[in-house]
């Protein structure tokens, strides 16, 4: 008979390979059906937001990490805990370090994959702004605008 630690693990890795499946279909329908390729990606945040938060040994498990690393990752922000008695993550934050993590592992990064998920947090962080994609979409349209130095500004608003 399974343990409740196993049975949870074979759960929370059922649904992250169930919703992976949809994400690769959502990838590869992309070009030619947008508007489906976002209500699978919407289906896929929707299920995750509503998952059971997931135990920091069945993080580990997932992630191919010890207990202590991702207690490391939690204490330095990322992994998000959403439950405590037993310590539980956000399966939603732990969803998007998986991807990370297996994409720098498949890139053949095996050591300080900590900074490494940061940073690209980081960058997805920002690419998230609308204000970053609103000046990124002008860029792109050659609406371009150089860049002003504080004297250049100051002479501007007094004129």
Avoid: C
Wanted: glycine share 6%; charged share 35%.
């Amino acid at each position: 008979m399974a343990s409740t630690m196993e049975r949870e693990e074979t759960q929370v890795k059922g649904l992250f390979e169930r919703l992976e499946k949809l994400e690769e279909v959502a990838e590869d329908i992309e070009s030619r059906e947008p508007g489906s390729a976002a209500s699978l990606r919407g289906v896929v945040q929707e299920a995750l937001e509503e998952a059971e938060p997931v135990r920091v040994r069945v993080a580990a498990s997932l992630l191919e990490f010890s207990d202590r690393t991702v207690r490391t990752w939690i204490d330095e922000g990322l992994l998000t805990v959403r439950g405590e008695h037993p310590l539980r993550l956000d399966p939603v934050r732990l969803h998007q370090v998986l991807h990370l993590v297996r994409d720098l592992r498949g890139a053949g990064r095996k050591r300080d994959l900590l900074d490494a998920v940061w940073y690209r947090l980081q960058d997805s962080a920002l690419l998230d702004r609308s204000d970053l994609q609103a000046s990124l979409d002008e860029m792109r349209k050659g609406m371009l605008r150089p860049a002003l130095s504080k004297a250049e500004q100051d002479a501007a608003e007094v004129n």
